[in-house]
């Protein structure tokens, strides 16, 4: 059975830092691609970040280059996404997804909230 589980969010203030995990199983970690996108409520899902197999190659939104650092650990098939000086606008559910060749899993997301 495939599971991606997002943890992590939460609300935080405006410059503030979060870190997001996704825990991976069902399947062989290694040989997917993994992205963060998010989504706000009347906008779409939108990509953050992603990171290739090898860990080297890495794919960033203008909004989230220089905040947001995506990581893979795959001894503990996890992806993270460490997000620091928060905006009121980086608020969404942010997703986890597993990408190779044309299968792709997601798992169902956490909130993230910016507000003071």
């Known amino acids: 059975q495939v599971q991606l589980v997002e943890t992590g969010g939460g609300l935080v203030q405006p410059g503030g830092s979060l870190r997001l995990s996704c825990a991976a199983s069902g399947f062989i970690f290694t040989r997917y691609a993994m992205s963060w996108y998010r989504q706000a409520p009347g906008k779409e899902r939108e990509l953050v970040a992603s990171m290739g197999t090898n860990s080297f190659s890495t794919i960033y939104t203008d909004s989230a280059k220089g905040r947001f650092a995506i990581s893979r650990d795959n001894a503990k098939n996890t992806v993270y996404l460490q997000m620091n000086s928060l905006k009121p606008e980086d608020t969404a559910v942010y997703l986890c997804?597993?990408?190779?060749?044309?299968?792709?899993?997601w798992g169902q997301g956490t909130q993230v909230t910016v507000s003071s």
């Open positions: 997804r597993a990408k190779s060749g044309s299968i792709e899993y």
